[in-house]
């Protein structure tokens, strides 16, 4: 069973940074799709960012230019650096698990695992 585990959330000012962190109990990275996803109060999760050992990352159009994710296979720790945080970052953060050399992309359907979250909070 993967377990994984979110650190790294705060609140900052509009324009500063956060690097969150997601720890995974066993090692995955190597064939499963990671990926980050955020939930505001009263909105609909959404894919945030995504990325596949050896593959291309994908990013929402709101967060690009704004936000890395990165792994340490070593580590078994998945990264989301973002930059440049705008009041409207304000959310939830999950990390999520794909299946091995299943689909990457932004569907929940598509993640079985995923951690307790972290809160991110951005003030104007």
């Known amino acids: 069973q993967v377990q994984l585990v979110e650190s790294g959330g705060g609140s900052v000012q509009s324009g500063e940074s956060l690097k969150l962190s997601c720890v995974a109990s066993?090692?995955?990275?190597?064939?499963?799709?990671m990926a980050w996803f955020r939930q505001a109060p009263g909105k609909e999760r959404e894919g945030v960012g995504n990325?596949?050992?050896?593959?291309?990352?994908r990013y929402a159009d709101s967060v690009k230019g704004r936000f890395t994710a990165s792994q340490d296979n070593a580590k078994r720790t998945l990264y989301l650096q973002m930059d440049s945080l705008k009041p409207e970052d304000t959310a939830m953060y999950y990390c999520?698990?794909?299946?091995?050399?299943?689909?990457?992309?932004?569907?929940?359907?598509?993640?079985?695992?995923w951690g307790q979250g972290t809160q991110v909070t951005v003030s104007s």
């Open positions: 990325i596949r050992y050896g593959g291309p990352r």
């Open positions: 066993l090692d995955i990275f190597g064939s499963r799709c």
């Open positions: 999520a698990a794909g299946r091995p050399y299943g689909p990457c992309d932004f569907s929940e359907a598509d993640f079985p695992y």
